[in-house]
């Protein structure tokens, strides 16, 4: 039996274009699949829900932030913020916290007690937070220091124990605390970081 070149150059065509077909197809199904879990991601998020985590200037930071807030005004591993704790706590409570899909953003303020120590497992605390709250967007405000345990700390060791954070994908809100007597109290800074959120949330 002879096999002629016009019927090898049709077969070699239609399996061309039958590939073609099938490859399109692909394309056009997963281009759904990923439209279909954005809209469902987008779903569920609540834009109210934009929390606060952290230490003692936790509660300052709310006070000036009118789209973000602490989860409770009473401090403790349930509401993921208390005076004195370190990142090791912080990443401790947010493990024990309910897996929750609709929270919006959560503002990371930690580090200031723990004197900026670029040792601290930043990556497993931003790696919690990511799994509890899948779809929210991650920010960190930078602590203070001149003050108490941190009162030799100096603006660079401050950035480079935020980079770290930077490298993980969490936003860095500007300015910083800084280098303040106290932080326990409602100084003009926490509003300048509190509108720098407001912002970004907007």
Same mark, same amino acid.
């Given at each position: ?5 016009? =019927? ?35 779903? @569920?998020?609540?834009?109210? +829900? ?11 930071? =709310? ?68 799994? @509890? ?29 935020? =980079?770290?954070? +930077? ?31 407001? +912002?970004?949330?907007?």
């Amino acid at each position: 039996m002879r096999i002629y070149n016009n =019927d090898l150059n049709k077969n070699n065509k239609i399996l061309i274009i039958g590939g073609a077909v099938v490859f399109a197809s692909i394309l056009i199904a997963t281009a759904l699949i990923i439209r279909k879990k954005r809209i469902k991601n987008s779903r @569920k998020t609540d834009k109210s +829900k934009n929390y606060i985590i952290g230490d003692s200037q936790t509660p300052f930071i =709310d006070k000036n932030s009118v789209r973000a807030s602490t989860i409770s005004e009473e401090s403790g591993k349930e509401s993921l913020w208390q005076g004195g704790k370190n990142l090791s706590w912080l990443k401790s409570a947010v493990e024990e916290y309910p897996k929750s899909e609709d929270v919006n953003a959560i503002i990371i303020n930690i580090g200031t007690n723990g004197g900026f120590n670029k040792n601290e497992d930043i990556n497993g605390l931003v790696n919690s937070i990511k799994s @509890k709250f899948p779809n929210a967007m991650l920010f960190a405000v930078k602590g203070s220091w001149g003050w108490g345990g941190n009162k030799d700390k100096t603006e660079q060791q401050v950035i480079e124990y935020y =980079d770290k954070f +930077k490298s993980l994908g969490v936003k860095i809100i500007e300015p910083a605390i800084g280098n303040v007597n106290d932080p326990h109290g409602n100084l003009p800074i926490y509003k300048q970081i509190g509108e720098e959120i407001d +912002k970004q949330l907007s």
